[in-house]
């Protein structure tokens, strides 16, 4: 009798060629999903500081939209509007917009500027406030903001006019 070789088996060299085949198209894999996450979440930090910095000037232009008076300070990193109330009549509503710690810092009462103390952030989505500036220019004031979100930065510049007095 005689003894046949089977051919059906795979040798320990192709086993290893194989291995080593799929484990190149298997990093390659990887490496490319990483990279692709990490475009995501960057991309993300991006669109949440940028909307981060609309938010605020939007914000800020609503307050602005029936004040008759603006005062912005020195370094011009904080404004203070004066408004009518048309709840309370010949009371002033004062609105206090600033930069305390790297965050927009927001608060508003009658007859009397709010302190430190009562002004509260707008933005909480762990945005840090680079850069604000405020200008008046005749009736209407400059706002410049600059956001940002791990390392992602964003910037607004807006014009917004204001009723006078």
Do not use: C, W
Not at 95 to 107: I, K, N, P, S
């Amino acid at each position: 009798m005689r003894f046949m070789k089977s051919q059906a088996g795979a040798t320990l060299i192709e086993l290893l060629v194989y291995l080593g085949i799929s484990s190149f198209v298997v990093l390659g894999s990887l490496l490319f999903l990483v990279q692709m996450t990490t475009a995501r979440l960057a991309t993300n930090d991006q669109k949440t500081a940028q909307q981060s910095a609309r938010l605020a000037v939007e914000k800020m232009t609503y307050s602005l939209r029936n004040a008759y008076d603006v005062v912005v300070n020195a370094d011009g990193t904080r404004v203070t509007i004066y408004s009518n109330d048309t709840a309370h009549p010949g009371q002033p509503v004062i609105t206090v917009y600033g930069l305390r710690d790297g965050r927009l810092m927001y608060g508003q009462s009658l007859v009397v500027p709010p302190d430190d103390a009562e002004l509260q952030p707008i933005l909480n989505d762990n945005v840090e406030i680079a850069d604000l500036q405020f200008k008046k220019i005749s009736a209407s004031l400059q706002v410049s903001l600059s956001t940002i979100k791990s390392n992602r930065q964003s910037s607004v510049e807006s014009t917004i006019a204001f009723r006078q007095k």
